[in-house]
């Protein structure tokens, strides 16, 4: 009897977790083809392409953003973020928690994929000496997963992340990138004056795994830095992309 009633419990537990298994399946299938959604749809119909100005020195295309439709949908949308080369082409949010936007799209609505978001106490006009983004690391190279490839070197030397916000359009040179522990304390928003800055920057430099155009030689250290932070594959490190201010 007391056999019976065992193998009953176990044939229960298996259901529930068949069940849930299959549930949880049933929820990424639906979120990967909601951010598809997202990206063929929203997404595209905001970005337009603009004219390269006659000063092509720089070698970067611009594109025009909508935020006002952007803002109509959701009014925590601060910034769009472009890297050539990848699937990062994405609106930058900004909660009053930084847990708010990772299982959250645009629409507010449950998403595996989360949002592209901002450090909840940052400025959301970039003036910080260091603005920190997240985004997750998606098995289908959705959202943050192309950082691998800077971190990785696919992407070469000369790597340009391009933030729109709606006022100004601003161009940074990736100067570091590498993989770190999730506790390490490398994340600083403002330095208490020049010395300090710069010898965070050395401190970065030193652990890229890639040796970038931009360098020790020719780095402005006064320039405002973001920093790009997304999971490593198997989700027990991080990878970490800085960038300097280029021009805005």
């Not at 970039?126 to 990785?152: C, P, Q, V, W």
């Not at 710069?198 to 780095?219: A, G, P, Q, R």
């Not at 999971?231 to 490190?237: F, G, I, L, P």
Request: aromatic share 12%; with cysteine.
């Amino acid at each position: 009897m007391k056999k019976k009633i065992f193998i009953n419990i176990l044939l229960v537990i298996f259901i529930g977790i068949f069940l849930y298994s299959g549930y949880m399946c049933f929820i990424w299938i639906k979120s990967d083809r909601d951010t598809k959604k997202l990206e063929e749809g929203l997404y595209s119909e905001v970005v337009s392409e603009v004219e390269e100005s006659e000063d092509t020195s720089n070698d970067v295309s611009e594109e025009k953003i909508d935020f006002e439709k952007l803002l109509s949908i959701n009014d925590d949308v601060v910034a769009w973020i472009k890297i050539d080369d990848t699937y990062i082409n994405y609106p930058i949010l900004q909660a009053e928690t930084d847990e708010y936007y990772i299982r959250k799209d645009i629409y507010e609505k449950y998403s595996v994929s989360g949002s592209i978001f901002l450090d909840s106490s940052a400025d959301s006009k970039f003036l910080d000496d260091n603005t920190s983004i997240y985004g997750h690391n998606m098995k289908n190279e959705r959202m943050f997963a192309d950082l691998h490839k800077i971190k990785n070197g696919t992407l070469g030397t000369d790597v340009n992340v391009k933030i729109y916000t709606k006022d100004t359009s601003k161009i940074y040179k990736v100067f570091s990138a590498y993989v770190t522990e999730p506790d390490d304390n490398i994340i600083k928003k403002n330095f208490t004056d020049e010395a300090e800055k710069e010898s965070y920057i050395k401190t970065v430099l030193k652990k890229s795994n890639i040796k970038f155009d931009i360098n020790e030689d020719n780095i402005n250290y006064e320039d405002n830095i973001i920093t790009l932070i997304t999971c490593d594959n198997n989700n027990k490190y991080r990878v970490i992309v800085h960038a300097i201010l280029l021009f805005n």
